[in-house]
């Protein structure tokens, strides 16, 4: 670089891109909250019992060969 310059990890290390890194991880983790809340991480079977009482009762015991 020429003189007078500073190397790219400083460059970025500036309280602008502080700033921005930090809103990125905030808005990353709300979006991960989100999908967590929406239960995303879940198949449609898993996510439909979801909160239903009775989804412990109608389950049909495994059986056993």
């Known amino acids: 670089m ?3 310059r500073r190397d790219k990890k400083q460059l970025k ?3 602008k891109y502080k700033q ?3 809103l990125k991880d905030r ?3 709300a979006r ?3 999908q967590h809340k ?3 991480g879940r198949n449609k079977a898993r996510r439909s019992k979801r909160g239903s ?3 412990k009762r109608n389950r049909t ?3 056993k060969k």
């Open 53 to 55: 009482k009775t989804a």
């Open 2 to 4: 020429a003189t007078g």
């Open 38 to 40: 929406r239960g995303l």
């Open 32 to 34: 991960k909250k989100a």
């Open 61 to 63: 015991p495994s059986k």
């Open 20 to 22: 921005k890194r930090r």
């Open 13 to 15: 290390n500036r309280p």
């Open 27 to 29: 808005r990353m983790k």
